[in-house]
């Protein structure tokens, strides 16, 4: 019999909470019948919007739980005062091996302290990084950090650059993945100081394909697999691409519109265009893990909709029989060793 995956639900986070959150953890569910879906926010909320689907009730839970934690509060007062929250109470499962994972659209701020002071980190890890997958011309490439650990030491880049590696390797099927790190040219000497006395740390790796530089410019067009920076770097990475991409395919979609000779180009080009523009939703390859926790915490955008909440949850089946925390403990071991 296979194994299930039991992930809880921030049902109230996120700025379409919490019907396109629900809908899109049911589409899980329905997609995969390993996956059991436990709901996490207020009872009555939630079960009122359920009947509106349809859905097998053995892999849906609701999970009471009577407070919201909004966007603009304090992220530590509101993990440590709202005990009852949607997003502590999930995090609370997780910890207790109730679920194995949680997928959350709510504060950026009260998931990166809950992950670390609720769920805890894996022993010998020093600071959890948050990875995002990333189209590029050759398909994915992981940012790690893009938000976590703004003032981050040459050794937290390192154990990012080995769970990235593990995570690519395991999670999107890419071998020996390629790392680099990011930096304003391609020469060694180059970088600020934490760059500088990261990179020969990087090249001693032996459990690593470490190729060197990365400069931002390169970013889009696949050249690393895994991309390691501190987290207000990735962060600056992160928002750019999503802007420059959103712009790009207004103006194409605009310039399509344009005239009578363009929409009838749009036409014929269609089939091939809605392929490629997909490929740039960051609503089509699901949340942000944040790795190094003694269990899964995947934060997607506050602006998620059903589709990425979906591949959100569906990525955390993945992620488990993967055995992705079992693989970076074993990495620690042998980089103790």
Same mark, same amino acid.
């Given at each position: 019999?296979?194994?299930?995956?039991?992930?809880?639900?921030?049902?109230?986070?996120?700025?379409?909470?919490?019907?396109?959150?629900?809908?899109?953890?049911?589409?899980?569910?329905?997609?995969?019948?390993?996956?059991?879906?436990?709901?996490?926010?207020?009872?009555?909320?939630?079960?009122?919007?359920?009947?509106?689907?349809?859905?097998?009730?053995?892999?849906?839970?609701?999970?009471?739980?009577?407070?919201?934690?909004?966007?603009?509060?304090?992220?530590?007062?509101?993990?440590?005062?709202? $005990?009852?929250?949607?997003?502590?109470?999930?995090?609370?499962?997780?910890?207790?091996?109730?679920?194995?994972?949680?997928?959350?659209?709510?504060?950026?701020?009260?998931?990166?302290?809950?992950?670390?002071?609720?769920?805890?980190?894996?022993?010998?890890?020093?600071?959890?990084?948050?990875?995002?997958?990333?189209?590029?011309? $050759?398909?994915?490439?992981?940012?790690?950090?893009?938000?976590?650990?703004?003032?981050?030491?040459?050794?937290?880049?390192?154990?990012?650059?080995?769970?990235?590696?593990?995570?690519?390797?395991?999670?999107?099927?890419?071998?020996?993945?390629?790392?680099?790190?990011?930096?304003?040219?391609?020469?060694?000497?180059?970088?600020?100081?934490?760059? $500088?006395?990261?990179?020969?740390?990087?090249?001693?790796?032996?459990?690593?394909?470490?190729?060197?530089?990365?400069?931002?410019?390169?970013?889009?067009?696949?050249?690393?697999?895994?991309?390691?920076?501190?987290?207000?770097?990735?962060?600056?990475?992160?928002?750019?691409?999503?802007?420059?991409?959103?712009?790009?395919?207004?103006?194409?979609?605009?310039?399509?519109?344009?005239?009578?000779?363009?929409?009838?180009?749009?036409?014929?080009?269609?089939?091939?265009?809605?392929?490629?523009?997909?490929?740039?939703?960051?609503?089509?390859?699901?949340?942000?893990?944040?790795?190094?926790?003694?269990?899964?915490?995947?934060?997607?955008?506050?602006?998620?909709?059903?589709?990425?909440?979906?591949?959100?949850?569906?990525?955390?089946?993945?992620?488990?029989?993967?055995?992705?925390?079992?693989?970076?403990?074993?990495?620690?071991?042998?980089?103790?060793?």
């Amino acid at each position: 019999m296979d194994e299930k995956v039991i992930v809880a639900v921030d049902a109230m986070g996120g700025d379409h909470a919490p019907y396109e959150i629900i809908k899109g953890a049911l589409e899980a569910a329905q997609e995969n019948e390993k996956i059991i879906v436990k709901l996490v926010g207020q009872e009555e909320v939630v079960k009122k919007h359920l009947e509106d689907f349809t859905y097998r009730e053995d892999q849906v839970q609701v999970v009471d739980a009577r407070e919201i934690i909004e966007t603009e509060e304090p992220p530590v007062n509101a993990i440590r005062k709202k $005990k009852d929250s949607s997003l502590v109470v999930a995090m609370n499962m997780v910890k207790n091996k109730e679920a194995d994972a949680l997928v959350s659209a709510g504060s950026s701020g009260a998931i990166l302290v809950g992950g670390q002071v609720i769920v805890g980190r894996i022993k010998g890890i020093e600071r959890p990084p948050l990875a995002p997958l990333i189209p590029t011309s $050759k398909g994915y490439s992981l940012l790690v950090d893009c938000g976590a650990n703004v003032d981050a030491r040459p050794s937290h880049l390192v154990q990012f650059a080995r769970m990235g590696s593990i995570y690519m390797e395991n999670i999107v099927g890419v071998k020996n993945p390629r790392v680099a790190i990011v930096n304003i040219g391609a020469e060694e000497e180059k970088g600020n100081a934490l760059v $500088k006395e990261t990179f020969p740390l990087l090249k001693a790796c032996t459990d690593i394909n470490f190729i060197g530089s990365i400069e931002a410019r390169e970013v889009p067009n696949g050249y690393a697999d895994v991309i390691v920076s501190e987290a207000f770097v990735g962060n600056v990475i992160l928002k750019l691409y999503e802007g420059v991409g959103g712009m790009l395919l207004s103006q194409v979609k605009k310039s399509l519109m344009s005239s009578l000779r363009t929409k009838i180009g749009a036409l014929l080009i269609k089939p091939a265009l809605k392929k490629t523009l997909k490929q740039f939703q960051a609503d089509e390859y699901g949340g942000a893990p944040l790795l190094g926790l003694n269990g899964l915490v995947v934060k997607t955008h506050g602006s998620a909709k059903a589709v990425e909440v979906k591949n959100s949850v569906l990525q955390c089946l993945t992620f488990k029989e993967q055995k992705i925390n079992e693989k970076i403990k074993e990495n620690l071991l042998m980089e103790r060793s």
